[in-house]
C-alpha cells in the first residue's frame, strides 16, 4: 500500500470509516470524493515532505511542552470568516473538549 492510501486509512479509522477505494469517487456521480467513506465527514488527506502549517504547529508544541499545555494552532484569513483549529491526532479529544466547555482550571 502506498503511503497516501496509509495514510487516508488512518485518517479514517479514528472515525470508524474506512479509505475510500480508488482516488475518491473515480468519476461515479453516486460516490463521494472523500478519501474516506464517513457518512457525515469529508476527510482530505494530504502527505507532503513538508508543510508551513506543521511547521507552526510544532513551533506551538514547543512553547506549549514548556508550559504542560496541549498544542493548538488558530489560522485565520483576513476578510474570511471563522478560523481552522489544528491539533495532533492524538489531541483531538481533549481540545474537543476544551471546545464543549471550558472547566474551571483555564
Given at each position: 500500500m502506498k503511503a497516501r492510501k496509509r495514510r487516508e486509512a488512518d485518517a479514517a479509522k479514528p472515525f470508524g470509516a474506512e479509505q475510500q477505494p480508488l482516488s475518491g469517487s473515480s468519476g461515479h456521480a453516486d460516490l463521494?470524493?472523500?478519501?474516506?467513506?464517513?457518512g457525515k465527514l469529508y476527510l482530505e488527506v494530504k502527505v507532503q515532505a513538508a508543510s508551513a502549517v506543521r511547521?507552526?504547529?510544532?513551533?506551538?508544541?514547543?512553547a506549549a511542552r514548556k508550559e504542560?499545555?496541549?498544542p493548538v494552532l488558530m489560522l485565520y484569513a483576513k476578510g474570511k470568516p471563522g478560523g481552522l483549529v489544528v491539533c495532533h491526532a492524538?489531541?483531538?479529544a481533549?481540545?474537543?473538549a476544551e471546545l464543549a466547555g471550558p472547566r474551571a482550571d483555564t
Open positions: 463521494t470524493a472523500s478519501d474516506s467513506t464517513h511547521t507552526l504547529w510544532e513551533k506551538a508544541r514547543t504542560g499545555k496541549t492524538a489531541d483531538l481533549k481540545v474537543a
